[in-house]
């Protein structure tokens, strides 16, 4: 259950079952308990590896509860001398754990989902105003070609579903989530326990051929890895119904993921680009009739129009985000993230869904509303309420498209005589 919003078959028992409506409430109580927090912690939603409060908490909580119930095991059960089959299906979980989360990541690569091509925002963005992790989506989302080699790198784990190739499949997942965890902590990615705890996971599979896997590389001797066998079930039927589930669980699962993952990415070659979709410079902005200069603090200096992030561009180079409905020609603005995902957390709990969540978060005042009125291909007025002040916004496009930028130009060079770094 360490990660049920991205696994198939754990995200149905989290919401379906209703799990996340009995951890709630046991997560709010330890942290207020044990840690003294006096904040609302936030439940993360599905496909959020946040290193949240909530995540914090629930991991010392399994922690805890996995070592209460280790001591009360070994007392109840002393007599047992061999824990053979229980380490088994321990290692039958991880491994199938790491398996098909690790193909879920290898297909977000696959399809560009998790890192997506750049967009007028990251183009536009200086390199100085950048977010370590901005940098890093922005590197990983130029390149295809290494989304496909990082790709290939996680679908490895796939080796781990069986057994004879589970310690190879365990050396290359060591080594592909040693990478990702390095990555994440560097450049402060918001899934750094998330990543460790895969890695973690994966040197648990290698901890039984450590020895030998020690004296094949550094002393050459000749070493054999141990499988471990799995338990013999004495009836036949038995051991037919076991293969038919195991393989039950890896076409469902990878047949799932694979609609997943090719849905988002042919409703994404489908879309239509968005009548708003550019950069915008804001020529004058209007507040109660009084029209702010162009070095007023207040006032907006750039829009950047994507159907994935859309953002404004405040002096001083301050940033904040916005929403954009196309249908209903409104944008709406917001500057503080906490309360605005606190907004959005608690309309998911009570919708179950991100449906309408623009309209949801107009509705309860978490930001600024305005409508838009398009006037040619390069001109727009925006129009709307700020505490109680009226707001006229007039912007204008900038000519450039994401063809035009240097670094989309940019071509990989067979035969380079000067490094190409300026």
């Given at each position: 259950?360490?990660?049920?919003?991205?696994?198939?078959?754990?995200?149905?028992?989290?919401?379906l079952?209703k799990?996340?409506?009995?951890?709630?409430?046991?997560?709010?109580?330890?942290?207020?308990?044990?840690?003294?927090?006096?904040?609302?912690?936030?439940?993360?939603?599905?496909?959020?590896?946040?290193?949240?409060?909530?995540?914090?908490?629930?991991?010392?909580?399994?922690?805890a509860?996995?070592?209460?119930?280790?001591?009360?095991?070994?007392l109840?059960?002393?007599?047992?001398?061999?824990?053979?089959?229980?380490?088994?299906?321990?290692?039958?979980?991880?491994?199938?754990?790491?398996?098909?989360?690790?193909?879920?990541?290898a297909?977000?690569?696959?399809?560009?989902?998790?890192?997506?091509?750049?967009?007028?925002?990251?183009?536009?963005?200086?390199?100085?105003d950048?977010?370590?992790?901005?940098?890093?989506?922005?590197f990983?989302?130029?390149?295809?070609g290494?989304?496909?080699?990082?790709?290939?790198?996680?679908?490895?784990?796939?080796?781990?579903?069986?057994?004879?190739?589970?310690?190879?499949?365990?050396?290359?997942?060591?080594?592909?989530?040693?990478?990702?965890?390095?990555?994440?902590?560097?450049?402060?990615?918001?899934?750094?326990?998330?990543?460790?705890?895969?890695?973690?996971?994966?040197?648990?599979?290698?901890?039984?051929?450590?020895?030998?896997?020690?004296?094949?590389?550094?002393?050459?001797?000749?070493?054999?890895?141990?499988?471990?066998?799995?338990?013999m079930?004495?009836?036949r039927?038995?051991?037919?119904?076991?293969l038919?589930?195991?393989?039950?669980?890896?076409?469902?699962?990878?047949?799932?993921?694979?609609?997943?993952?090719?849905?988002?990415?042919?409703?994404?070659?489908?879309?239509?680009?968005?009548?708003?979709?550019?950069?915008?410079?804001?020529?004058?902005?209007?507040?109660?009739?009084?029209?702010?200069?162009?070095?007023?603090?207040?006032?907006?200096?750039?829009?950047?129009?994507?159907?994935?992030?859309s953002?404004?561009?405040m002096?001083?180079?301050?940033?904040?985000?916005a929403?954009?409905?196309?249908?209903?020609?409104?944008?709406?603005?917001?500057?503080?993230?906490i309360?605005?995902?606190?907004?959005?957390?608690e309309?998911?709990?009570?919708?179950?869904?991100?449906?309408?969540?623009?309209?949801?978060?107009?509705?309860?005042?978490?930001?600024?509303?305005?409508?838009?009125?398009?006037?040619?291909?390069s001109?727009?007025?925006?129009?709307?309420?700020?505490?109680?002040?009226?707001?006229?916004?007039?912007?204008?496009?900038?000519?450039?498209?994401?063809?035009?930028?240097?670094?989309?130009?940019?071509?990989?060079?067979?035969?380079?005589?000067?490094?190409?770094?300026?």
């Open positions: 259950m360490l990660d049920w919003y991205s696994n198939a078959f754990s995200l149905g028992v989290f919401y079952g799990l996340n409506k009995v951890l709630d409430p046991v997560i709010s109580w330890v942290g207020e308990k044990f840690f003294g927090i006096d904040y609302p912690i936030l439940t993360p939603t599905p496909g959020n590896h946040s290193d949240s409060t909530y995540i914090y908490i629930l991991y010392f909580t399994m922690i509860l996995s070592v209460i119930g280790a001591i009360v095991w070994s109840i059960d002393r007599a047992r001398k061999n824990l053979d089959v229980q380490y088994y299906w321990l290692k039958v979980i991880i491994r199938y754990f790491l398996a098909l989360n690790l193909l879920a990541f297909l977000e690569k696959f399809f560009k989902v998790q890192f997506p091509d750049l967009g007028f925002y990251q183009l536009s963005e200086p390199l100085g950048m977010s370590p992790m901005s940098l890093a989506w922005a990983f989302g130029y390149s295809y290494y989304n496909l080699f990082m790709g290939l790198a996680e679908s490895a784990a796939l080796l781990l579903l069986f057994r004879r190739t589970t310690n190879f499949g365990a050396l290359l997942t060591v080594a592909a989530m040693a990478n990702v965890a390095a990555i994440n902590i560097s450049y402060d990615i918001h899934a750094k326990v998330y990543a460790s705890m895969m890695l973690l996971m994966a040197l648990f599979l290698l901890l039984p051929s450590i020895k030998s896997l020690y004296r094949f590389f550094f002393f050459e001797e000749a070493v054999s890895l141990k499988i471990q066998k799995a338990p079930f004495k009836k039927w038995m051991r037919v119904s076991a038919v589930f195991k393989w039950i669980v890896i076409v469902v699962h990878v047949g799932y993921l694979l609609n997943l993952y090719w849905g988002i990415h042919t409703r994404r070659l489908n879309r239509t680009p968005a009548e708003l979709y550019g950069i915008y410079d804001i020529e004058s902005f209007v507040i109660n009739k009084d029209t702010l200069s162009l070095d007023n603090p207040s006032r907006w200096r750039q829009f950047v129009f994507e159907r994935g992030t953002a404004v561009r002096n001083r180079d301050s940033v904040v985000f929403f954009t409905d196309f249908d209903e020609k409104r944008v709406f603005v917001y500057d503080d993230q309360r605005l995902m606190l907004q959005i957390q309309i998911y709990r009570e919708q179950g869904s991100f449906d309408k969540m623009d309209s949801l978060l107009i509705e309860k005042e978490a930001g600024i509303v305005l409508y838009y009125d398009l006037l040619d291909a001109r727009v007025d925006f129009k709307g309420i700020f505490n109680n002040d009226s707001l006229l916004i007039s912007a204008k496009r900038v000519p450039i498209e994401i063809k035009d930028f240097r670094l989309m130009k940019s071509k990989i060079n067979k035969v380079t005589e000067v490094p190409y770094m300026y």
